[in-house]
Structures are given as structure tokens and as C-alpha cells.
């Protein structure tokens, strides 16, 4: 018992040294018991004081910090017997000695830290000390500057005072020497520039007044008013004098009432100047009308020499303006003072008002009315020329790749919508004529010739055929030297804008007009419907001949450029399509395209089922060997030009320039007959040896696979490729052809 006592109180005793190191000082202090030991300092001060804190108080734990060693003591006599309570002695005395021999370890490592820092404290107390006597020297001088700014501060504004008095009295100076300077201002612009003298005397005046006591302002003050007095007598002198114009007029009578000159006096010569001037523009306009009958009977006037809307601006805008121009500068200068003004302007207006009545009114309204429909056809036929201008331009531009741009349709649709757009807004315009609150609209004299003559005639049927001349210009009229032709999209829009009008625009338009100005029934005659329906479908016919003609040109001329450049004699044995042929494939199929946008299908004749793989020889389709003629094996050679000819004699004439139908089929069957016509002309031109014979053969084989689609009657294209095979042959030194099997696996290739 005595020696669990005794190593209960070494126990005490080592707690109580190891509380009193500096290691634990140091935990204490710095962490406020947040930092835990490691190792055996963690074993022999127990757990943190949070975990410590979360558990229940018992007073028998040794390492908690609710330790009681009575407690304990009473707890292990009554629970533990004699050679367990030696043996806790025995290892609380190891874990003391191993707890001081820790503890001496951590001393002799940190004792240079300990002395290191507290050096470091020494002088950083010393430092501070430095620092806080720098601050106070610091202090005294910001005291210092702020007493320095403050003097600073009031000199400024001293000065500041001072240089405003200095200011006040240059500027005092200035106007001295401004005010003995007016005289010699006003000389030198009383000639050239009386309103800035006036504005310079205006300003001076009152300074002048107010110190004319004494005797340097008043000798300025008398010599400044004779100059201002030279000035208006010179200002009254041109008054009288001089034809001023109302601007001028106005300006000169504002000076003279600046100068304080009577204003009765000046009214009575603004309104002579004023009046002179009216008079001399209303001389002017007489001159234009006829010489009065002196018995005072009506005579019918010739119109004025001069264009109807000439005069009628010069009287309304020319003299009435000038008038209400001098009236509204009579009022701003002179005030409410009306009393010579009104009979003044009065009297003028009479005389307008009697020139105007010599007139013959309704020869001038008709005048007016027939020269405002002229203007407005060529507003319409503008605006045509500019609506083709951008179908032109749409048509012209480049297309980036994967976009396209509005097509043929689009484009129509666009140009004719807008035309009749256009042409409905010009007769809304020239409706205003016949308006019912318009006093001469109902005159029989006038209504009737307007409607029919101006409008129905003079305006929408003159509009059509000008379009239809324009239209059909594009394909009759000579390009000028130089000048881009027309591009065939364009001539086949036309065709179709024409052949629209034809069909049933022309009809609306008309019926459109006579519904909104009715013609009367003893009236002058009208150009019928069909008659101008007629024009519009000739110039589409036209349009689209031309454009056959346009595009079998373009076709023939690579065919022919591909036959004239070839050298058919020595040219090798055929194994290809030639690549013209397929570039011509190309273009018609792009040719079908382009006109099936605008036209009809149309009719074809029908097929026979093998039109695709039919032969083509170097003898007539009526006599081919084999196929179409098994049992004919002549039996001498037979001359080929003989039955070529001899086959014409019974073949159907093939019209090449025909006129075409207003459909698809008829377009392409003329733009291929013209393109087989020209090949069939060059290869008669030419000499060609065996294989130039086999290459024309295959190359015909393949035109015939392809073209007999787009024509209205597979014949026509069967015929002509036969010509050119006969000719070919006929032109041939060694006529030897390809077998058919042959030409059919080339094409099928190719």
C-alpha cells in the first residue's frame, strides 16, 4: 500500500514537473491547449481537452482531467491485491524516467530556438522603439507642411484677387479702346458692309449715350452718328435708284429702320420697289397669252408659246411667291400695319387673276392633263427599263457554290407583278383628274376625250406596245459594236412575259381601265383587245425564235469548231465518245431544264420502244443491214450517194427554222435540229478516212442515245443523224464501218 502510494506521488510529482517545462509552456501559451502532444507526452497527458470534454467526469481516470487521487487510492486498495498494486508501481515508475528523459530531449533540441527567439524579441522591441520615434519626428513635419500650405494657400488666393482687379481692368481698357475705335469701324464698313457697321453702332450706342457728358465719348458719339447718317442716305439713294430683288429689298428697308429713319416714309417706298417688280413679272407672263380681242368677244387662243407647265409655275410659283414673299417681309418689318398692304396686294391679284382668264381654262387643263399621262408613260417605261435591268443583273451574278440564286420563275413572277403594280398606282394618280369634287371633270368635252384619248390610248394601250416593241427589240434590233447580247434566260422571260400579256394580263389591264374611266359611246374609236393581244403574241413568237436560233448557235458552233479543228484522215481508230458530244448532251439537257421552268411539256409523238437502242449505221435507217433489213444482202457494191439521194426523194422534208411552239418539246426540237444541220454541213466539207468514219458513227450513236428525248418526233433526229452518217460516208476514202456491237459497247462506256 505504502508503495502504490509512493508511486501515486511520483506519479503527481512527474505531472506535475512535466506541467512546469517550458515545452509545456509553450503548448499552453500558443495554443491555447488546441495543440496536442505526439507520442509518449500524447500517452501521458491523455486525451485532447475537446475529447476529454465530450466524455462523462471520472474522477479515477489518471489521464483525464478530472482526476481525484484520494479517488483512486481508495479505488485500488478495495479492487487490486498486493503484486498488482507492486507492479503498477513498477511501470509508473518507467514511465516516469522514460517521460524526463523525452522531456530533457526536447529541452536540448529546442534550446537554441528558445535563445534565437528571444533575441529576435529584443530587437524587434528596440526596432519599435526606433519606429516610434520616426513617427513622432514624421508627425512634426506633416504639422510643419500643413502651416506651409496654409500660407501657400492664402498667397494664391491673394494673388488670385489681385490678378482678377488686373483682369477687370484690362477688359475696362479693352472697351476704351473698342469705343475710341467705332469711328474708324464704321468708315471702313459703311461701303463694303453696312450691316456689320450697323451692328457695331448698335452695341456702342448706348455706352456712347450714357457718358456723352463728357467730352471724349461725345466727340466719338457725334462723329460715329455723321457716318451712320452717310449711311442711310446712301441706303435711301439705292432704294429709289435700284431694282432690288426681295431678299435685298428686305434687307436695305431693316437697316433704314435701324437707323431710326421714318417708318411711314419707307413702307411707301418698299411697296413702289415691290410693285415695280411684281409688275415687270406679271409683264412678262402677258407676253406669253394673245393679243385681247378689243371688241371683248371670246377668241380661241393658240397656247403659249412656252411649255403649259412652264407658265403655270411661273405664275403660280414665280409671282404668286414673290408676292406672298414681299407681304410676309412687309408684316415683319413694319408690324401690324395692313392698311396700304392689303389694297396694294389686292389690286396685283386682280391683274394675276385676268391674265389667267385670257386663257383658254379648259385647253389649259387639257393641256396640263395630256402632258402629266405623257409624263407618267414615261415614269412606266422607266421603271420597265430598270425592272429588266435587275432581272439582267440577278441573271449575271455569280453564284457561290451550294447556293443558288432566284430562278426563272421567280424572276417573271417578280418583273410582272411589279410592272402591274406600277400601272395600277399610275392611273390611281391620273384618276385624280376625274375625282368628283374637281369642277371640270364632268365636262363632257373634257371626260370623254381624257379617258379614252389620254388614259385608255395615250397611256396603257401606248404602255403595251412599247413593252412589246422593248421586248421584241432584244431579238430584232442589231447589237451596237461592242455591246453585250442579250443572254438567252432573258429571251426566254420575255417570250414568256409577252405570251402572259397575250393570254390574259392585256385583257385585265383593259377592262381595269374602262371599269376606272368609262369611255363614252359616241366617242373616239379604241384599239381592240385582240388587236393588241395580236402584238404581244407576235413579239413572243419572236422572242422565242430568236432564242432557238440563239442557243442552236451556241451548240452548232462547238460542233463545228470540233469537226473544222479534227484531222479526220489520220486520226486513230475510235475507242472514246469524243468529249463534244457529251458537252453537247450537257447543254441540251440544261436547255430542257431552263425552258421547262417557263413553258409546257407539249406533246410528243409517240415512241417506239426501242428508240433508245436503235442502230445507227452509215446507211440509211430504211436500209440498215441486219436488224432492219435481214433478208437484203446485195449483190454488187451499191453507190451510197445514189441511195442517199434516192431516200430523200421519199423522207418528209425536215424544216430546220421553223417557227416553234410555245412549249418545251417544240423549243428543244428546233435548237437540235439547228445544231445537226450545221454538223451535217461540216462533215460534207470534210474528207475522212476509215476511222474518221467509225468515229463519226460512234459519236452519232451516242447522240442518238441521248437527243431523241428532248425532240418532239424521235424521226426528225433519226433522219438527221442518218444525213450525217450518208455523208460521212459518201466523204469517206476507205468506207469501212464499226460492227454495231461494237459502237454500242463504246457509247455505253463513254
Known amino acids: 500500500m505504502a508503495a502504490a502510494t509512493a508511486g501515486s506521488g511520483a506519479g503527481s510529482g512527474a505531472g506535475s514537473e512535466a ?11 500558443g495554443g491555447g491547449g488546441g495543440r496536442r502532444p505526439h507520442g509518449p507526452l500524447q500517452r501521458y497527458y491523455g486525451p485532447a481537452t475537446a475529447e476529454a470534454a465530450e466524455a462523462a467526469p471520472d474522477p479515477t481516470d489518471i489521464n483525464g482531467p478530472h482526476f481525484d487521487p484520494e479517488v483512486f487510492m481508495t479505488k485500488v486498495r478495495s479492487e487490486c491485491p498486493l503484486g498488482q498494486l507492486l507492479a503498477r508501481e513498477a511501470a509508473l515508475s518507467r514511465e516516469i524516467r522514460a517521460l524526463d528523459s523525452d522531456m530533457q530531449t526536447l529541452l536540448y533540441e529546442n534550446y537554441n530556438k ?9 530587437k524587434m522591441k528596440v526596432d519599435f522603439r526606433h519606429m516610434e520615434a520616426e513617427m513622432d519626428d514624421l508627425a512634426a513635419n506633416m504639422a510643419a507642411i500643413s502651416a506651409s500650405s496654409a500660407r501657400v494657400s492664402a498667397a494664391l488666393q491673394d494673388r488670385h484677387r489681385r490678378g482678377a482687379q488686373l483682369a477687370g481692368v484690362q477688359a475696362l481698357l479693352r ?29 456702342a450706342r448706348a455706352v456712347l449715350r450714357h457718358y456723352r457728358h463728357l467730352p471724349s465719348f461725345r466727340a466719338i458719339e457725334d462723329e460715329s452718328h455723321a457716318i451712320m447718317a452717310e449711311l442711310a442716305q446712301r441706303l435711301r439713294t439705292r432704294l429709289r435708284e435700284e431694282k432690288l430683288d426681295p431678299k435685298e429689298l428686305t434687307e436695305c428697308v431693316e437697316m433704314l429702320l435701324q437707323l431710326e429713319e421714318p417708318a411711314e416714309e419707307l413702307s411707301e417706298e418698299f411697296l413702289s420697289q415691290a410693285g415695280a417688280r411684281l409688275e415687270a413679272e406679271l409683264a412678262a407672263l402677258e407676253a406669253e397669252l394673245p393679243a385681247a380681242d378689243p371688241s371683248g368677244a371670246a377668241t380661241t387662243p393658240p397656247p403659249p408659246a412656252s411649255d403649259i407647265l412652264d407658265f403655270v409655275d411661273r405664275g403660280s410659283s414665280a409671282f404668286v411667291g414673290t408676292l406672298c414673299q414681299l407681304a ?358 470534210r474528207t475522212l478516212g476509215r476511222f474518221g468514219l467509225q468515229q463519226v458513227q460512234v459519236d452519232g450513236h451516242y447522240l442518238q442515245l441521248y437527243l431523241w428525248r428532248f425532240a418532239s418526233d424521235e424521226r426528225v433526229v433519226q433522219g438527221l443523224l442518218d444525213e450525217v452518217a450518208a455523208s460521212a460516208a459518201h466523204r469517206c476514202l476507205d468506207p469501212v464501218p464499226m460492227e454495231h456491237s461494237v459502237v454500242e459497247l463504246i457509247c455505253e462506256r463513254g
Open 19 to 29: 506541467a512546469g517545462s517550458p515545452e509545456a509552456t509553450g503548448g499552453s501559451t
Open 328 to 685: 410676309g417681309s412687309y408684316r415683319a418689318l413694319f408690324g401690324g400695319d395692313a392698311g396700304r398692304l392689303e389694297p396694294f396686294a389686292a389690286a396685283l391679284a386682280a391683274r394675276y387673276f385676268t391674265l389667267l382668264e385670257r386663257d383658254a381654262a379648259a385647253a389649259l387643263v387639257a393641256r396640263a392633263a395630256r402632258e402629266r399621262v405623257d409624263r407618267y408613260l414615261r415614269a412606266l417605261q422607266t421603271f420597265f427599263l430598270g425592272c429588266l435591268g435587275d432581272v439582267r443583273q440577278a441573271l449575271a451574278a455569280p453564284r457561290p457554290p451550294g447556293k443558288e440564286g432566284p430562278g426563272l420563275p421567280d424572276l417573271l413572277a417578280t418583273l410582272a407583278a411589279s410592272v402591274l403594280g406600277q400601272l395600277k398606282a399610275v392611273l390611281a394618280y391620273v384618276q385624280l383628274f376625274t375625282a368628283r369634287d374637281v369642277a371640270f371633270a364632268s365636262l363632257p368635252y373634257f371626260k370623254g376625250e381624257f379617258c379614252v384619248t389620254a388614259v385608255r390610248e395615250g397611256l396603257v394601250v401606248a404602255f403595251v406596245r412599247w413593252l412589246c416593241r422593248t421586248a421584241r427589240g432584244f431579238a430584232d434590233g442589231p447589237a451596237e459594236r461592242g455591246a453585250p447580247a442579250a443572254p438567252p434566260a432573258l429571251l426566254l422571260l420575255l417570250a414568256r412575259l409577252c405570251l402572259d400579256y397575250e393570254n390574259s394580263t392585256i385583257s385585265y389591264i383593259l377592262t381595269l381601265t374602262d371599269e376606272q374611266f368609262p369611255p363614252q359611246d359616241s366617242g373616239p374609236a379604241v384599239t381592240p383587245g385582240p388587236a393588241l393581244c395580236a402584238e404581244a403574241r407576235a413579239a413572243a413568237q419572236r422572242l422565242l425564235d430568236h432564242y432557238v436560233q440563239v442557243q442552236g448557235a451556241a451548240v452548232a458552233q462547238m460542233l463545228r469548231k470540233s469537226v473544222e479543228t479534227r484531222d479526220w484522215l489520220g486520226t486513230v481508230e475510235p475507242r472514246n465518245v469524243r468529249a463534244v458530244m457529251k458537252r453537247v448532251v450537257e447543254d441540251i439537257t440544261a436547255i430542257d431544264v431552263q425552258v421547262g421552268q417557263l413553258f409546257e411539256e407539249g406533246v410528243r409523238r409517240a415512241q417506239s420502244s426501242d428508240s433508245s437502242r436503235r442502230a445507227f449505221s452509215v446507211y440509211s435507217s430504211s436500209r440498215a443491214p441486219g436488224r432492219y433489213a435481214p433478208s437484203y444482202t446485195p449483190s454488187a457494191p451499191m453507190d451510197t450517194h445514189l441511195l442517199s439521194n434516192i431516200q430523200k426523194l421519199f423522207s418528209e422534208r425536215i424544216d430546220i427554222f421553223s417557227p416553234v411552239e410555245f412549249n418545251k418539246v417544240s423549243v428543244l426540237t428546233g435548237i437540235i435540229k439547228i445544231s445537226l444541220k450545221t454538223l451535217l454541213e461540216c462533215v460534207r466539207l
Open 114 to 122: 528558445f535563445i534565437s527567439a528571444t533575441d529576435t524579441i529584443r
Open 175 to 203: 472697351k476704351l479702346q473698342a469705343l475710341v475705335e467705332v469711328p474708324g469701324r464704321l468708315r471702313r464698313w459703311a461701303g463694303t458692309e453696312p450691316a456689320r457697321a450697323l451692328r457695331c453702332h448698335a452695341r
